[in-house]
């Protein structure tokens, strides 16, 4: 079978702003705000909050343009800025894939965390990380990433599947197992609930 030249896309060189995250020239940018989030956050701390500071950027993503089609990996990067909604960290939206059977890798740049992932059928786990670790999200995994860092943006480059496509809605509709929570107490500063 002969391959249709129109099909194909030429390689090409990048760079990665290890220090802020930025990748290539020819990356779409784009931000969440705390006001597209509103779902997420327990509801009276975040009227309370979007009262003061409804257009505060929770994190940036930077991702190149590449065609959303299988064979294709999309390299992305995301700045998740240290914050809290109540005793609540700032985080990422989450989602599922909505083709379900694809994963995604996270190499942490800068900053600490915790990966809260879980399936549809009750399964979660919580993994901590810091700079320099490397976290694989198997397929069917729900996964979202929280800053548990009080001053440092939480600086991650992911790769995943160009067909994987992303469900938030679902998300919206089941929440999360599981809360990262502020807590002083701690060593850690954190609490898994």
Known sequence: ?????????????????????????NANCWDRKLSEMTEIYDQENINNQLDISGNTIVYRVYEHELPYEKGHLIPVTTILYPGRVGNQF?????????????????????GEGVLTMQTEDGQHQEIEFS?????YIPPFWAHRMVNTSISDPLIFYGIYPADAGHDYQTIVETGFKKKVIYNPDTKRNFSII
Do not use: C
């Open 1 to 25: 079978m002969s391959m249709n030249q129109s099909k194909i896309f030429h390689p090409f060189k990048s760079q990665l702003e290890l220090e802020t995250g930025k990748i290539g020239s």
């Open 90 to 110: 700032f985080m990422t939206k989450g989602h599922y894939h909505e083709n379900r059977g694809t994963a995604e890798v996270y190499l942490i740049l800068n």
């Open 131 to 135: 700079t320099e670790d490397l976290l």
